[in-house]
């Protein structure tokens, strides 16, 4: 059966959508910087190519079956965003058109149960605790499992950290200057929980009080950008009320993809009678970097040895919030470190929410290629802003034997004083 998206279906995402695809020019200044036009090389699988694809669909000039293909390879990084001169926001068409499509598309039997494994699972962290424990158990067998349920077992790390059991509220040292709420995330609890200790380390030690919602909910961005609006408004709409019964100064995020997906709930939630709420919420969330930066923070002691540190760009830091100077302004407070650019750091490595489990073959090019260009540095460890990011990376560079650590697991280390 052959599908189509009538333009009176749009409902309130008709305005942003159509902005998107009016204010591309099809320069192709947009080329250089996709992912996926640089390994396949196909129009098509290039931004001005998708958005074309799209404008056909939603004018009833192109079947839906057509264009999904295309639209799926995208890994939704928005480097394109940045490097586009006519201001085209790629996100306002990309999500409704994956939320619309997902109302009318037919996907083949094993596609809809890992897609359901992925939606009941990783935005949950109980629930994804268990599965990676199971996992831990399959995962020397991964070799003979084909597909990407092989894929995904390799994702996993050797040994699975400790749970840390977060407060519900973390207390200033000295004077208190701030108070903020912290987003935990999901899938990060389980896989490296010890970046939202050293959030709450860092925060507390630079004069932060920082309170910890029980009652908050995954962000909703994996759920958003894979077409499942229906899920992602769900959890978008209890947060919402979760954080509003706390006065602050600001509502953190440590996992860039977390807080590109914070500063869309205005999309979201659009015609909604949160839309207004929503807009508010969006504009007191900030990444970890952007609020310290802000705030001025004691600066962190000198390594024990001298460090070289390898910064790589996480895309839903660098192009979908616009953040790359806090970062490095951050690392650049630290004595005795130098910090080198990665080459080609506006290409995504290939993480991308569920990308590297989606399109394994894909991620795959793409974080070899990340990992040459980190090595080619010739840095001792590599520091990043989202935990997506951080196991791709890990997976890649793992021969190597090169550390990944979060930039706030960098500042709380030295200053604890264990690097």
Partial sequence: MQHNIP?????????????AVS????????????PTYKVMGEEMDSPRGRIFL?????????????????????????ACVTACPSGVQYQDLLTPFRALAEEKRE????????RRFVLETLPYPHRFRMAA??????????GLLKGRMGDMLALLPDTLPKGALLPVQKIAEGETRAKVALLAGCAQQVLEPDINIAT?????HNGVEVF????QVCCGALAAHTGAMWQAKSFAKENLKVFAKLELDAIITNAAGCGSGLHEYPLWLKGEAEEESAKSFAAQAQDITVFLSKLGIKAPPAPKQPLKVAYHDACHLAHAQGVVYEPRELLGMIPNVQVFDIADSEICCGSAGTYNIEHPDTAFKLGQEKAKNVLATGADIVVTGNIGCMTQLRTHLKEKGIPVMHTVQLLDKLYRGEL
């Fill in 107 to 114: 996907r083949k039997p094993m596609d809809k149960v890992l």
């Fill in 212 to 215: 910890i919602p029980d009652e």
């Fill in 54 to 78: 799209m404008k056909e669909v939603l004018e009833g000039k192109l079947e839906l079956e057509t264009a999904t293909p295309y639209i799926d390879n995208c890994l939704g990084c928005m």
């Fill in 200 to 204: 709450l380390n860092v925060l507390a």
């Fill in 133 to 142: 424990f199971l996992g831990q158990f399959a995962k020397p067998f991964k």
């Fill in 23 to 34: 204010s591309c020019v099809h320069c192709g200044f947009c080329l250089p910087t996709c």
């Fill in 7 to 19: 333009l009176d279906k749009l409902g309130p995402y008709a305005e942003p959508m159509a902005d």
